[in-house]
């Protein structure tokens, strides 16, 4: 069966400091793998995929994010965390030939000034 | 613009009501989605539908009902069958296609029952 799991509820950090949001994931074929954004009373904002290639993928507003297939992890980092980067983080996974996507329990990091 | 419009923003039901919630999206995706958010939690999906006039039910479809008889729409009714309505609704489309296959999301219907 596929499944995300997001194993840390909060994540606190200072500004400036790097930021990682951790992520598992589980699926039977090839994963195509998400990182969404979602602030308070909106909807989710996409921040970066990877489908395959390198291992170390960019997205928006200076985020990346690494897969590590022996590890089934895809951890969303930044080196220099804002404190507008507060905000609730969700992994997604979607199974390659399928259209369902599969969401972790979210992540909340609170970067403080 | 391209997107996904989810309206109303703020929905109230009286108990016993049936409600539409509105998605349209203009992105010309085959894919189409129904999330509901409880606060705290994250996604469970209600309802997809991968092509005009077909859909399946997700993990929480009970009390809901959809329909699709246009590509570009995706309307989500919350019959009096659901015994707790009241959620935060996101509705959401992706392309299905390997080279784009991200979903995007609409900004979201938040219904409570009065």
């Known amino acids: 069966a596929q499944s995300v799991a997001q194993p840390e509820d909060q994540v606190n950090v200072a500004e400036g400091n790097p930021l990682t949001v951790k992520c598992t994931y589980s699926v039977s074929g090839n994963p195509y793998l998400f990182w969404y954004v979602q602030y308070p009373n909106r909807g989710l904002q996409f921040l970066l995929k990877?489908?395959?290639?390198?291992?170390l993928v960019k997205g928006s507003y200076g985020f990346e994010a690494e897969f590590n297939k022996s590890q089934t992890s895809f951890h969303l980092k930044k080196p220099s965390a804002l404190v507008s980067d507060s905000a609730l983080y969700f992994c997604a996974v979607r199974e390659g030939n399928f259209n369902k996507f599969y969401f972790g329990s979210g992540t909340k990091l609170n970067v403080k000034p | 613009d391209g997107g996904i419009t989810q309206s109303p923003k703020y929905l109230f039901r009286k108990e016993g009501q049936n409600v539409t919630l509105s998605c349209e999206q203009n992105l010309n995706h085959d894919a189409m989605y129904w999330y509901r958010q409880d606060p705290g939690q994250g996604l469970r999906l209600i309802y997809y539908?991968?092509?005009?006039?077909?859909?399946q039910k997700g993990d929480i479809a009970e009390g809901y009902s959809v329909s699709r008889e246009k590509k570009e729409s995706f309307p989500l009714t919350v019959t009096s069958a659901q015994k707790n309505p009241t959620a935060f609704y996101l509705c959401?489309?992706?392309?299905?296609?390997?080279?784009?296959?991200?979903?995007?999301f609409g900004q979201g219907t938040r219904l409570t029952v009065v």
């Open positions: 990877y489908i395959t290639g390198d291992n």
């Open positions: 539908s991968q092509i005009v006039n077909d859909f």
């Open positions: 959401a489309s992706s392309a299905g296609r390997t080279s784009a296959p991200e979903a995007f």
